[in-house]
C-alpha cells in the first residue's frame, strides 16, 4: 500500500501512531513491509490458505463476536441435507458438472430451498462474468430459512465452516503458504485481539487478491473473518478495496463492461432475458426480502433516460432496442477473436492492453489482425505503434508491409483539460474542475462520443431500418459550450442522478424511482449526486471545518453514505456496541435512526419491527436485519448461490504453480475459465508431468513511480527518472543457483514468451519452504513497454491467459518461468527458444490443461 | 553593515527569536529566497482538481498563468490526502505539459510503414462510417431459435479507468443504442 496506493498509506500510519499493529504480507518485502510491526513472506497465490487459518483460528478458540455473528449473519441457518463439501470430496463441492465444468448450485441452498438456487446451472453465469452484479446486492435466496440460534445443528453453517476449514491448521498454513508458524500465530491473535465491541479491524487488499483465478474467493474468505469478528458496518472496521485507477470505482458502477448496465443491472441474456418483465424479474426475484424489490424502477428509469418519449409503459420502455448477450463477450474472448478475424474495428480510450493486458503477444496479434483501430490517448502508445516497432515486428511476425490494420491516432484531453467526476476508491464522487482548454486537436471523451453520435445519428437519419431505432430515438441533446462545441459534463450528470421526466426536476433519492416511467434516471446508485439541482460532487468543504466522517467532501454512493450496513455499528436493540465505536444509533425519543453519517436503514423502522410472515421486499427486512441489500438480510458467511465456484473458500494452487495442492487431489480452481487457442497455453503443474521446466514462480506489481502500462509515467519525465529500467529482483539463493549478476541482464521464459530484465540481487526476496523444498520466487514491475522516454520488455508477455469464473479477471499474478543469466536472443531465435521450451514441457497450444485432477496420486495426498 | 543587522543576518539568531522555533521556513530564509514569490501566488486562477493517477482520489489545485498550467499542488482542504501527493500526483503537472504529448490526429493506412496528418473532423467522420459499414456486416437480429439479439459483435471497446464517469456513461449509452456489446474496461482486468 506504501508502494502503489502511497498517500492512502498515511492513514494506516496514523493509525500505527495511534497504537495499531500493522502486518504486512506480501511475496517480497516492500516499502510497506519496511514500516510494518511483521512482515510475513507467502507463496504467492496461496492466501485462501492463509485466510482459512485465521477462520480456523477464530472457531476453535471461539474468538467470534457471537453476539454479532448470530444476529447480524447466517451462522445459524441451516443448509441442505444434499450439500457435501470439499473436505468429502477431494476438492470438490457436490454439483459438480464435468462437462462444463461449472456447478449445479441446488444442493448448496439453504434447507428446504433446494430448487430456489434460481441460477441452477452455473455454465451461462461464468459466461457472462454475473458474479459481478452482485457488487452493490445479494444473490437470490429465499427470505425464510431455518435457523438453529444455538449453533450446534450439523448442518448449520457455523458448523459447516467450522469442519470446511478444520484443516488449515498453523501447521498447514507453513507447508503451503511457507510462513512460519510463530508469525501466523501472531497475526490471527494480534488480529481477533481488536476486534469485538470496542475495537475494529479492516482488511484492505488490492489487485493482489484479484487477479487470480480464484480471486473473488480470496476476497470471500476476508469478508468471512471480517464477520466473523463483527467487523463488517463498523468504523475502523471492512474490507476495502484500494482500487488502482482515479476512477475505476465509476468504471464499473456506470459500467463500460459487456454484462453489465449502469448501477449493476444485468445486461440481457438472450435467453433468460427475452421480455422486459423476465429481464425484471431476474433482479428483484419476486418473494425475496430486500431493497431489489425495487429493482423495475430503476430498470424502467434506465430505459426512460435512454430512450426518453420513446419509451413507454405500453412498449416496455423500449427494452426491445437492448443488444443481448449470447455468452462470453469478455476483452481476452475478444482479442482471441480478433485473432481468429472475426472482429473488424477496435477502439481503445485511454488503455494500453499492448502491455497492460495478460499475454501481451496475444493482444498484440489481435490489434495487427483487425480492419481499424481507433486509439484515444495522451501518448503515443504502443498499443498504437504495434505494428510499427512492437515485438512481433522483430521476430517477423508482423510485417508492417502486410499488416492491414488502419490506425486513427486521436489525442485526449487531460484530466486539467475537461470537467466531470472521478469516483474513487470508497464510492466517492468528486467533481474536478477545468483549468485550460486542450492543446490542439485533444478531446474530451465527453467530446468525442458525443460528436461521434451525433454524426452517426445524421448518416442514419433518413433509414428506414428497424435496427437503427434505437439510435435515432436516443435522447442525445446535451448543451455544448466554448470555442470547441464541448457538451456540458453537468447535463451528463444529471442525467445520471436521474430526474422527474413532467418537470424535470433533480430526484434526490432512489427511492424516487418510479416503474410507470415518470421518472429517468441514468444510473440509480448515483441518485443523490445532483439533488436539488446542486451538483453535489463538486462540494469541497474544508475538512478543518466539518467532522471526522467529512460528508460534506464529495459525495458518495448510495445517498452520500460514507460506511455500508452500517446500521450494524449498534447492537441488536439500536444501541452502539460501545462508546467507542458510536457511529448509527436509534434514537427511541425520536423515533429514528440517527449518527455520524446517513443511516443504512429506513429512518424509522424500529430494531423491535418484526416482518409479518410471507413478507417480501424492503417490508420483508426485521429491525435487526443490518444487510438490507441481501435476501435475507444478513451478512453471508456461507453464500448458498451468486459465488459460481463455491459456498465456502478453498485454497487452490494457481494454475501454474510447481507444488502439488497440499490440501485436496483437486489441484487447481476446476471452474476457472479457460480459452483452448492456438495462441494460449498453461503452463505445466503439478500432477501433469514437466513442471520442473518452468521451476520458478513469478509475481508482478507496482512501483511507486509508475503507473500500470506506463502511458502516464514512462513518458513524464521526473517519473522516468526516478525508475528508469525493467528489473527482477531475485533473492542471494537464486542468483547462485542460477549464475546472475547483480545489475546483470537476466530472462525469463514461459510457455508463451521470452522478456529480459536487469537483474537486482535482494533479501527482499527470499526463497520459501513449503513442503519439504525450496521456492524460489522472484518479482517484477510490469510497467514497461517498447514506448516513452524510458523503455523495458512487459512482463504481462509471461502471462497466459486463465480467468476466475465469477467475473473474468485473468490471473496475472502468479504464474510460472525458467530465470536464465545473459539477455534474451532476438529475432527468429526468440520464437525458437519459446517452441523449444514449450516441446520440453509438453504444451500442446490450444489445448487446455485438464480442469479436474483428482487421481490416484492426488487421493493419496489430498488425504494427507 | 552594522553589527545589529550582521546579528539579525545569522539565521540562527532569527530562529531564536522569531516566530519560527525549528527554523524550517522564515528562519531559514536567504535574501535571494526571500526575494522568490510562489507560482501559486502569481497565477491567474485555480482549478479544484483530483489526482488522475490512482483510486486514493488526492485533492489538487491545479494553478494557471497566462492559459497554462503553471503549478499542481495538493489541496490542504481534502479530508483524504491532507494536501499531500505521492510522486506521481506530484507530477501531475509534467505529465499535462509533457513535450511528449501529441496534440494531432495521427493516421496510419493499411499496410502503411508510416503515420500521415489528417483533419479531426475528417477522421470522426470516417470513425462513423467504418462503425456503420461493420454494424452492417455483422449485425444479428434474432438468434438460431428467433429470439431477438439486436446486435453487432462487428468492433468492441476496451477504456481505461481515467474515464469520468460522464464519459463512461455516454459511451456505454452510445454503444448500447448501437447493438454494439463488446464494451469493456480496465475493470475487468
Ligand atoms: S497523489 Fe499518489 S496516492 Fe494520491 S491519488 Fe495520486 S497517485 Fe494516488
Not at chain 1, 502511497?6 to 500493522?22: H, L, N, S, T
Not at chain 1, 467526476?421 to 465527453?446: C, I, N
Not at chain 1, 526463497?767 to 510497467?783: A, F, G, M, S, T
Not at chain 2, 539568531?13 to 526575494?35: E, F, I, V, W
Request: net charge negative.
Amino acid at each position: 500500500m506504501a508502494e502503489a496506493h502511497p498517500v492512502g498509506f498515511q492513514w494506516v500510519m496514523e493509525a500505527k501512531r495511534r497504537g495499531a499493529k500493522v502486518f504486512h504480507v506480501d511475496p517480497r518485502f516492500t516499502r510497506t513491509s519496511a514500516v510494518a510491526d511483521s512482515y510475513l513472506p507467502i507463496r504467492a497465490g496461496t492466501d485462501i490458505a492463509l485466510l482459512g487459518g485465521v477462520v480456523r483460528y477464530i472457531l476453535d478458540n471461539e474468538l467470534d463476536f457471537r453476539e454479532y455473528v448470530l444476529s447480524y449473519t447466517n451462522a445459524a441457518t441451516i443448509v441442505s441435507e444434499e450439500f457435501s463439501d470439499t473436505e468429502d470430496g477431494d476438492g470438490f463441492f457436490s454439483g459438480f458438472d464435468p462437462e462444463t465444468g461449472t456447478y449445479v448450485q441446488d444442493s448448496w441452498q439453504y434447507e428446504g430451498n433446494e430448487g430456489s438456487s434460481g441460477s441452477g446451472h452455473t455454465a451461462k453465469e461464468r459466461d457472462s462474468a454475473s458474479g459481478l452484479e452482485h457488487e452493490s446486492h445479494g444473490a437470490q435466496v429465499d427470505g425464510d430459512t431455518p435457523r438453529d440460534e444455538t449453533l450446534q445443528h450439523p448442518r448449520c453453517v457455523y458448523q459447516i465452516l467450522k469442519r470446511h476449514f478444520a484443516r488449515y491448521t498453523p501447521e498447514m498454513v507453513e507447508r503451503v503458504c511457507g510462513i512460519p508458524q510463530d508469525k501466523f500465530l501472531e497475526l490471527a491473535e494480534a488480529w481477533t485481539r481488536n476486534s469485538g465491541r470496542e475495537r475494529t479491524g479492516m482488511l484492505i487488499y488490492s489487485v493482489g487478491w484479484t487477479q487470480h483465478s480464484v480471486g473473488v474467493q480470496y476476497i470471500r474468505t476476508g469478508a468471512i473473518i471480517q464477520l466473523l469478528l463483527g467487523n463488517m458496518g463498523r468504523p475502523g472496521g471492512g474490507v476495502m478495496a484500494l482500487r488502482g485507477h482515479a476512477s475505476i470505482q465509476g468504471s464499473t458502477d456506470i459500467p463500460t463492461l459487456f454484462n453489465l448496465l449502469p448501477g449493476y443491472l444485468p445486461m440481457p441474456h438472450h435467453a433468460d432475458h427475452p421480455t422486459f418483465d423476465e429481464w425484471v424479474d431476474s433482479i428483484r426475484h419476486p418473494g425475496q426480502k430486500g431493497f431489489w424489490g425495487n429493482a423495475g424502477s430503476f430498470a424502467a428509469s434506465l430505459l426512460k433516460a435512454y430512450w426518453g418519449d420513446a419509451a413507454t409503459p405500453e412498449n416496455d420502455y423500449c427494452y426491445g432496442y437492448m443488444p443481448r448477450m449470447t455468452g462470453d463477450h469478455g476483452t481476452y474472448q475478444q482479442v482471441l477473436n480478433m485473432i481468429d478475424g472475426k472482429i473488424k474495428g477496435y477502439f481503445l480510450l485511454g488503455q494500453n492492453p499492448a502491455v497492460g493486458s495478460a499475454h501481451g503477444r496475444a493482444q498484440r496479434l489481435g490489434m495487427a489482425n483487425l480492419d481499424w483501430l481507433v486509439v484515444r490517448d495522451l501518448f503515443m502508445i504502443e498499443s498504437a505503434t504495434f505494428w510499427q516497432n512492437g515485438p512481433e515486428v522483430a521476430t517477423g511476425e508482423i510485417v508492417p508491409e502486410e499488416c492491414r490494420t488502419e490506425v486513427f491516432f486521436l489525442p485526449a484531453a487531460s484530466h486539467v483539460e475537461k470537467e466531470g467526476t472521478f469516483t474513487q476508491t470508497q464510492r466517492l464522487l468528486q467533481w474536478r474542475e477545468k483549468a485550460v482548454e486542450p492543446p490542439g486537436d485533444a478531446r474530451s471523451e465527453l467530446w468525442f462520443f458525443y460528436h461521434l453520435g451525433r454524426k452517426l445519428r445524421e448518416k442514419l437519419a433518413d433509414s428506414p431500418l428497424p435496427r437503427d431505432r434505437a439510435l435515432l430515438d436516443l435522447t442525445w441533446d446535451y448543451p455544448t459550450h466554448g470555442p470547441l462545441a464541448e457538451p456540458s459534463a453537468e447535463s451528463v450528470l444529471r442525467e445520471i442522478n436521474g430526474y422527474d421526466v413532467a418537470t424535470g426536476r433533480p430526484l434526490s433519492s432512489f427511492a424516487e424511482a418510479r416503474a410507470d416511467g415518470s421518472t429517468a434516471i441514468g444510473c440509480w446508485i448515483y441518485t443523490g449526486v445532483y439533488a436539488d439541482g446542486v451538483n453535489q460532487a463538486a462540494r469541497r468543504k474544508s475538512r478543518h471545518e466539518q467532522d471526522w466522517v467529512a460528508a460534506e467532501w464529495g459525495w458518495a454512493w448510495p445517498a452520500n453514505r460514507r460506511i455500508l450496513y452500517n446500521r450494524a455499528s449498534a447492537d441488536p436493540d439500536g444501541n452502539p456496541w460501545s462508546e467507542r465505536k458510536r457511529y448509527v444509533w436509534w434514537d427511541a425519543e425520536k423515533g429514528e435512526w440517527t449518527g455520524y453519517d446517513v443511516p443504512d436503514f429506513e429512518k424509522t423502522k424500529p430494531p423491535s419491527y418484526r416482518p409479518p410472515p410471507g413478507a417480501s421486499g424492503t417490508e420483508g427486512i426485521a429491525g435487526d436485519d443490518p444487510f438490507i441489500m441481501q435476501g435475507d438480510g444478513k451478512g453471508w458467511l456461507y453464500a448458498p448461490s451468486g459465488v459460481l465456484d463455491g459456498p465456502l473458500p478453498t485454497h487452490y494452487e494457481p494454475v501454474e504453480s510447481p507444488v502439488r495442492n497440499p490440501l485436496y487431489g483437486q489441484q487447481a480452481n476446476p471452474t476457472r475459465k479457460m480459452y483452448a487457442h492456438p495462441v494460449n497455453s498453461v503452463n505445466p503443474s503439478p500432477p501433469e508431468q514437466h513442471s520442473q521446466v518452468f521451476p520458478y514462480v513469478f509475481t508482478v506489481s507496482r512501483l511507486t513511480e509508475h503507473h500500470t502500462a506506463g502511458a502516464m509515467s514512462r513518458t513524464v519525465s521526473p517519473l522516468a527518472e526516478l525508475q528508469p529500467e525493467m528489473f527482477v529482483e531475485v533473492s542471494p539463493e537464486l542468483a547462485v543457483e542460477r549464475g546472475l549478476a547483480h545489475l546483470g541482464w537476466a530472462h525469463l521464459v514461459s510457455g508463451r514468451a521470452v522478456i529480459e530484465a536487469k537483474v537486482l540481487v535482494t533479501d527482499r526476496l527470499t526463497p520459501l519452504r513449503v513442503e519439504d523444498r525450496l521456492i524460489h520466487q522472484v518479482w517484477l514491475p510490469y510497467h514497461f513497454g517498447f514506448e516513452g522516454l524510458v523503455t523495458g520488455d512487459s512482463a504481462n508477455d509471461l502471462f497466459g491467459i486463465s480467468l476466475d469464473p465469477n467475473v473474468l479477471i485473468q490471473e496475472s499474478k502468479v504464474g510460472t518461468c525458467d530465470v536464465r543469466p545473459g539477455r534474451r536472443p532476438t529475432g527468429p531465435a526468440l520464437l525458437d527458444l519459446v517452441a523449444d521450451y514449450q516441446r520440453r514441457a509438453g504444451i500442446n497450444p490450444g489445448h487446455n490443461a485438464p480442469a479436474v485432477t483428482t487421481d490416484s496420486e492426488g487421493k493419496e495426498q489430498g488425504a494427507s | 553593515m552594522g553589527l545589529r543587522t550582521f546579528i539579525e543576518g545569522w539565521p540562527v539568531y532569527r530562529q531564536l527569536t522569531g516566530t519560527d522555533p525549528l527554523g524550517r521556513g522564515a528562519a531559514a530564509k536567504s535574501d535571494g529566497s526571500r526575494a522568490l514569490t510562489a507560482r501559486t501566488d502569481t497565477a491567474d486562477s485555480m482549478a479544484r482538481s483530483v489526482c488522475p493517477y490512482c483510486a486514493v482520489g488526492c485533492g489538487q489545485r491545479v494553478f494557471v498563468k497566462d492559459g497554462q498550467v503553471s503549478q499542481i499542488e495538493g489541496d490542504p482542504d481534502s479530508p483524504i490526502s491532507r494536501g499531500r501527493l505521492c510522486p506521481k500526483g506530484a507530477a501531475s503537472k509534467s505529465l499535462v505539459t509533457s513535450p511528449l504529448r501529441q496534440t494531432t490526429v495521427r493516421y496510419r493506412r493499411p499496410y502503411s510503414t508510416q503515420w500521415e496528418d489528417l483533419e479531426l473532423d475528417t477522421a470522426l467522420d470516417m470513425i462513423a462510417d467504418r462503425m456503420l459499414a461493420a454494424r452492417e456486416q455483422t449485425w444479428e437480429d434474432v438468434d438460431t431459435q428467433g429470439r431477438p439479439l439486436n446486435r453487432t459483435l462487428g468492433f468492441s471497446s476496451l477504456g481505461g479507468a481515467t474515464l469520468d464517469n460522464e464519459e463512461n456513461y455516454l459511451i456505454k449509452k452510445l454503444f448500447t443504442a448501437m447493438g454494439a456489446l463488446q464494451i469493456e474496461n480496465q475493470a475487468r482486468i
